[in-house]
């Protein structure tokens, strides 16, 4: 197997993988936020939270760098 072949394969799973993580991550948006009412304290991120969201960006640059060098190889 080439690159050229591995290369789609990692975009796909890499945006699948990014859907998923970021679908994990909720901020607490209620319906009052919606109306001008947010009510949300802003804390920073500890445990899994910021593991999660640590993962989404990883995961982000593998698929930006995978689109760039299919884009180049291509």
């Given at each position: 197997?080439?690159?050229?072949?591995?290369?789609?394969?990692?975009?796909?799973?890499?945006?699948?993988?990014m859907?998923?993580?970021?679908?994990?991550?909720?901020?607490?948006?209620?319906?009052?936020?919606?109306?001008?009412?947010?009510?949300?304290?802003?804390?920073?991120?500890?445990?899994?939270?910021?593991?999660l969201?640590?993962?989404?960006?990883?995961?982000?640059?593998?698929?930006?760098?995978?689109?760039?060098?299919?884009?180049?190889?291509?």
């Amino acid at each position: 197997m080439n690159l050229g072949e591995i290369l789609p394969n990692v975009t796909v799973i890499s945006a699948a993988l990014m859907v998923l993580l970021i679908l994990l991550q909720s901020r607490g948006a209620t319906l009052g936020a919606g109306f001008g009412a947010s009510g949300e304290l802003f804390t920073t991120r500890r445990g899994i939270e910021k593991n999660l969201y640590d993962t989404t960006i990883v995961v982000a640059v593998v698929f930006v760098l995978s689109i760039v060098v299919n884009l180049i190889l291509g």
